[in-house]
């Protein structure tokens, strides 16, 4: 029995509002995770710990930058509701030593926060930015939710589990 080691993103394609966004990047900038704490500190208890809240993160930013300025980075910009990057992950089967391939699929809602138009540059790329402040977000790989954070419904799933739901039936 081997196991599937993720090597490389194969490649990926950016979608809203049913099109597909051309002129993305090579590179989409995922949110980074960091819980709201409560710091404790009382008797009984040999300094503060900082207490990871359940569920409940800061804020949540996505950058997807564009090769350059144009239409299509402007239909993003004044893209609502959801944005959905697929992409096909190159995997390494152990057991059979050859590459087979898994999808990856991120959903996410939220609204533009800020952008750069980037830089005008002879034979190069402007490389402009567009960076959304994250509601929502959900990871599939290879079909199996790995991931999903509804700040506005209160969910929040690891690997399936729910780990709010207890919290959500007792308010």
């Not at 569920?55 to 993003?76: A, C, K, P, R």
């Not at 959903?107 to 490389?127: D, I, N, Q, Y």
């Not at 509601?135 to 209160?154: P, S």
């Amino acid at each position: 029995m081997g196991y599937k080691i993720p090597t490389v993103l194969n490649n990926f394609n950016t979608y809203g509002s049913g099109r597909k966004y051309v002129g993305v990047a090579a590179e989409t900038t995922l949110p980074s995770f960091e819980h709201i704490t409560e710091t404790l500190d009382g008797a009984g208890i040999a300094g503060e710990i900082e207490d990871p809240v359940e569920g409940s993160f800061g804020s949540l930013e996505s950058e997807t930058t564009f090769l350059n300025i144009g239409l299509e980075m402007f239909n993003f910009l004044t893209q609502t509701g959801t944005v959905t990057y697929r992409g096909s992950m190159q995997v390494l089967n152990t057991a059979t030593q050859t590459n087979d391939f898994v999808g990856l699929v991120i959903t996410t809602k939220g609204k533009v926060k800020s952008f750069e138009l980037g830089a005008l540059k002879k034979g190069g790329k402007g490389e402009p930015k567009i960076v959304r402040e994250l509601t929502y977000i959900k990871i599939m790989i290879d079909n199996q939710n790995v991931l999903e954070l509804d700040k506005f419904n209160m969910i929040y799933k690891l690997n399936g589990v729910d780990k709010l739901q207890k919290v959500r039936s007792q308010i």
